[in-house]
């Protein structure tokens, strides 16, 4: 079987663990690997479990999120890589266990692992940018936060819908002994309030995979060119300048 259609396979439920460990070898460092006290799972587990919420969701869909069908697989992607980097930046500082940038190296690891299951563009997109954004619905009304909802809705564009349900599964799959009941409600309304404004901004253009791919060798490369862009687009670059810098970061990474 075709290794694509092999990893899908495995990521429809039930799933299978160990194929999608033979196919994605970077996640075997997750077992075992302890999270923050919000967390009652390893690190493998917990995605295990991010993947299960993910089609709970989908199932009960209780954020009436409208994940289109040729969205589902990148869906389930992003779920499996969404904290694929947290074996390499996890951290203690003063008692307190942290994975410090796990979502934006976990983008490029993402790109990686696409890259080599020669993965096409748009699945790539999808999973670098949800693992990318995946904290960032929790965060965004903070008045700290780099990504305040109309810049949120902006990176993640026409992977709003799909965002909105891995932010949830992630919370969801996260029990540890000081969730409070407080926190899954308040998350809940949080992803609802993204995805108002994303529906509020959109539609949202479609990426131009093809004429990204024309600059750099494989459909991986130009799906996390275009979710690049869009990253450095949300951050106030036009366009034309988001797409020259996007293809000069991935050029950097040949």
Same mark, same amino acid.
Do not use: W
């Given at each position: ?8 396979? /495995? ?31 390893? @690190? ?18 209780? &954020? ?7 969205? %589902?697989?990148?869906? #389930? &992607?992003? *779920?499996?890589?969404?904290?694929? *980097? ?8 003063? =008692? ?11 983008? *490029? ?6 890259? #080599? ?8 997109? &999808? ?27 902006? /990176?993640? =564009?026409?992977?709003?819908?799909? %965002? ?9 799959? /996260? ?22 404004a994303?529906?509020?901004l ?7 995979y093809?004429?990204? *791919?024309?600059?750099?060798? @494989?459909?991986?490369?130009a =799906? ?19 797409i #020259? ?7 950097? %990474?040949?």
């Amino acid at each position: 079987m075709r290794t694509r259609e092999a990893l899908f396979d /495995a990521l429809e439920p039930p799933v299978d663990p160990d194929e999608l460990l033979d196919r994605v070898p970077e996640l075997s460092l997750a077992r075992g690997l302890e999270g923050s006290p919000y967390h009652h799972l390893d @690190t493998l587990d917990h995605v295990l479990e991010v993947i299960r919420r993910v089609e709970q969701e989908l199932e009960e869909n209780r &954020l009436g999120a409208l994940v289109p069908e040729d969205g %589902l697989d990148g869906l #389930r &992607l992003a *779920a499996l890589l969404h904290d694929v *980097a947290k074996p390499v930046t996890r951290g203690e500082l003063e =008692g307190r266990v942290l994975f410090v940038a796990h979502d934006s190296l976990g983008a *490029a690891l993402v790109r990686r692992i696409c890259r #080599r299951l020669d993965l096409p563009a748009r699945e790539t997109d &999808l999973a670098a940018t949800l693992t990318a954004l995946h904290l960032k619905i929790g965060f965004m009304q903070n008045g700290r936060t780099d990504t305040p909802p109309d810049r949120l809705a902006r /990176a993640a =564009g026409i992977f709003g819908e799909e %965002l909105a349900v891995l932010s949830l599964a992630d919370r969801l799959a /996260a029990q540890g002994p000081r969730l409070k009941p407080e926190h899954i409600d308040r998350h809940v309304t949080l992803c609802a309030d993204f995805l108002e404004a994303s529906r509020d901004l959109g539609p949202y253009p479609e990426p131009d995979y093809q004429a990204l *791919a024309t600059n750099i060798p @494989t459909g991986a490369d130009a =799906g996390y060119a275009a979710s690049q862009a869009r990253l450095f687009a949300a951050r106030g670059l036009d366009p034309a300048s988001a797409i #020259r810098a996007a293809l000069s970061h991935v050029a950097s %990474l040949l």
